[in-house]
């Protein structure tokens, strides 16, 4: 018999009310939950091994968001029907979970542990995500797993000027800022989104309604965590160390770390001389310790010595930062690298841009399609397009190592997305009928390499006559803590990076931000050193702005000679019947005669005609072929016609594409005509008029004689 279910419910705003239950689902697990909100129910399942693997020397923590299609009544359309692989949604989804818990866990803790959430039951105005990393957590706190601290997310919209905590779906839509932040009771962990050109001062007041919602949620997961009654958290082995040691590889080593890391060497040199003073080092400690020449240390030993010798570069380093303002390549805090790029630097590709930053290089590209190019976004609620899409690639060689080539990994996917959702801010309204696609492939890494997609992209797009209204940028700040010091720094390299208390990308333009990525690693960053961090990055920005200005200062004004042609027109609904004729002759026809490829879509009550093309003057005559099917024929105006066929009594012309007219053997000439030999023959081009209709048939009756000259009337001879 099932146990009953111990639940907490708690009010997010507005009479929302979110349920947190354990107890009847995946008892087996170290954690279970289902998180309900509306019709929304999320399952976050957590299990830890209760022992590290044998030399295990990092923590694997695995987190997989996914989401059933029987959760919204749907069959999912893959050729398998059964759930794959995670979609990109997914991924990112995963990621957002990732990034705020893997801080949670103790430093030396290298037991396995896997999280998996699962969407079981779809509310179409609930967005799951936003709940997910509650569940996760909720998951964690039920179970005596070791973590430190309980956290939450929340997604802070703004709809017609108001801040709202997790708004619904259809609000989102109308919504000028998304954000999804995490933290725990006290401290800030993690946020993520976009914005159309927010300020600085709107995400300080984003992060504090954001912190104060999870408060809420982490006190819900408190509570809960007592009504389980969970007795303490497990013990787990912790790695061994010998102080000793610890010691001989500083006082050896910390002299020679600090001459590297001030010796403004590039990335390859520095890890070179790095790696020459640990084998120096291993040397040292086989002769401290009286090992025989030619044999080796022993394993622990050398694995202690290299985890020692790692602890060292990153204290010295740290402090070097903190007390002397100085960084591994030389640069002040806020300098940002030496900066080199260029548009048009490949043949083929309808806009592409190189662009580099000191030891970071993006190359990108721009391909211009048609609306039958748009990407498919399916997840369990709903199924869109988008005609928007951003790609990265970061392949081996841009770090300078070998490894397998793969499917794009959720890094990839998390860079990609984070470029593509800043530059989105700027793409024109939905009148741009082009499916955009932009690449970035990653030729160089040394820090911030979504920064780089970012500027390249925007440089490609406006290369690609695309016309974005202004540039966007970016830039990656990180942050060093000791105590109340504390030192911020513009355009982080990638060891500043992984040395670094937090790593914090913002894009935008000269007027506001557009994406935000950050996460944060350490306790207590307080708000005014993160309205400081937003003011050195808006100073970065607008510096690495002014130098896209001078490569390109503007949207070309065409699209390049070899990019498809676009024309978008909008025609009234009772004609969309008619360009496309029966069985599609009518349409079939505008394209082999013109070489075009025409799209037409039912919306808002009107029938929306894009016309693409390679050549301009196909593209041309395809739109007044258009134009020509659904204008209505008015009496007076003038057309140039084509004479389709002869008969006795005159000759019917196409006036305007569809639409034929009989000009009557009496309207062809001032002259009396017996017959229309030698005046009009098939094929002809001729001016005509329209005089009327038939008001029995309605068909167009058109005269030519009425544009010609009428001769003057001679008067007869008098007798």
Sequence with gaps: MLQQPIRKTFDIGDGRMVTIETGRLARQADGAVTVSMGNCMLLATVVANKEAKEGQSFFPLTVDYQEKFASAGRIPGSFFKREAKLNDYEVLTSRLIDRALRPLFPEDYFCEVQVLVTLISSDSEILPDALACLAASSALAVSDIPIKEIISEVRVGRVDGQFKINPGRTEMEKSDIEFIVAATDKNLMMVEGEAQECSEADLCKVLELAHDAIRIQVKAQEELRELVGVKGKREYEKPAQDEALREKVNAFARQKVYEVAKGKLGKSDRSEKFKAIKDELLEFLKKDLNIAEGEELPDETKKLAGNYYNDLQYYVVRDMILDEKVRLDGRGLEDIRQLDMEVDVLPSPHGAALFTRGETQSLTTVTLGTPLDELLVESAAKSDYTRFILHYNFPPFSTGEVKMMRAPGRREVGHGNLAMRSLKQMMPAEDFAYTVRVVSDILESNGSSSMATVCAGSLALMDAGVPIPKHVSGVAMGLITKGDKYSILSD????????????????????????????????GLKMEVMA????????????????????????????????????????????????????????????????????????????????FGTNKEGVE??????????????????????????????????????KQGLVHISEVSWKRLETLDGILNEGDKVKVKLIGTDPKSGKFKLSRKILLPKPERQDKPTA
């Design 492 to 523: 982080i390299l990638g060891d500043e990076d992984h040395l670094g208390d937090m790593d914090f990308k913002v894009t935008g333009t000269r007027d506001g931000i557009c994406g935000v990525q950050m996460d944060i690693k350490v306790d």
């Design 532 to 611: 400081q961090a937003l003011e050195q990055a808006r100073k970065g920005r607008l510096h690495i702005l002014n130098a896209m200005y001078k490569c390109i200062p503007e949207a070309r004004a065409e699209v390049k000679p070899h990019a498809p042609r676009m024309v978008k027109m909008f025609i009234e609904r009772e004609f969309i019947g008619a360009v496309i004729g029966p069985g599609g002759k009518v349409i079939q026809e505008i394209q082999r005669e013109t070489g075009t490829t025409i799209n037409i879509e039912e919306i808002n009550n009107m029938g929306e005609v894009s016309i």
């Design 621 to 658: 005559k395809a739109h007044n072929w258009v134009k020509g099917i659904v204008a209505v024929p008015t009496v007076g105006d003038v057309y140039e016609a084509t004479v389709k066929s002869i008969m006795q009594f005159g000759a019917f012309v196409e006036f305007l594409p569809g």
